[in-house]
T-cell receptor
């Protein structure tokens, strides 16, 4: 089945630690996105990538980093510089920038302990 | 600034009681409007895309409509399985095509 796989489903981070969230898609989509969702708020764009080896900052990129070395993969690293990382993280992909509202993964819930 | 506002924040209905959810937007250039359904702890599931005022789309008990300032998601004779958070997003161009999301409406259908 085609789709987007995010792992892990739950992640716990200690203060000062970097963690990496995985996002893999087998839809052959060019564009991939990372969003953050907090309770009672809409999704906010962290980073996006339109093509392999290229990515751009979204609205809340501070404290996060990404890479896009393969078309299928777009991992997100939450660094120790992110002051409030506890949130639900969602990865999405689309066939192209013309159609940004396509498919979402099932999310990773990150909690700082 | 591009903004999307959904109302109400939460809505509780009895099974079979029809109603509508609202999504109002202020954007510099609407490229499309999207509706999603999100179940607790899951990713959003795409429902509809609307591109121009007057456009309507239907899926089972749901119908989405679009005007120049807002969109409505009408739910007819809802069932408990329609309980979810419904998200609205607008597609805008800000250096690249992006989605701007509303905060969602949490819908509960009581049997």
């Amino acid at each position: 089945d085609g789709g987007i796989t995010q792992s892990p489903k739950y992640l716990f981070r200690k203060e000062g630690q970097n963690v990496t969230l995985s996002c893999e898609q087998n839809l052959n989509h060019d564009a991939m996105y990372w969003y953050r969702q907090d309770p009672g708020q809409g999704l906010r764009l962290i980073y996006y990538s339109q093509i392999v080896n290229d990515f751009q900052k979204g609205d809340i990129a501070e404290g996060y980093s990404v890479s896009r070395e393969k078309k299928e993969s777009f991992p997100l690293t939450v660094t120790s510089a992110q002051k409030n990382p506890t949130a639900f993280y969602l990865c999405a992909s689309s066939a192209g920038q013309k159609y940004p509202g396509a498919f979402f993964g099932q999310g990773t819930r990150l909690t700082v302990v | 600034e591009d903004q999307v506002t959904q109302s109400p924040e939460a809505l509780r209905l009895q099974e079979g009681e029809s109603s509508s959810l609202n999504c109002s937007y202020t954007v510099s250039g609407l490229r499309g409007l999207f509706w999603y359904r999100q179940d607790p702890g899951k990713g959003p599931e795409f429902l509809f895309t609307l591109y121009s005022a007057g456009e309507e789309k239907e899926k089972e008990r749901l119908k989405a409509t679009l005007t120049k300032k807002e969109s409505f998601l009408h739910i007819t004779a809802p069932k408990p399985e329609d309980s979810a958070t419904y998200l609205c997003a607008v597609q805008v161009y800000q250096g690249a095509q992006k989605l701007v999301f509303g905060q969602g409406t949490r819908l509960t259908i009581n049997p």
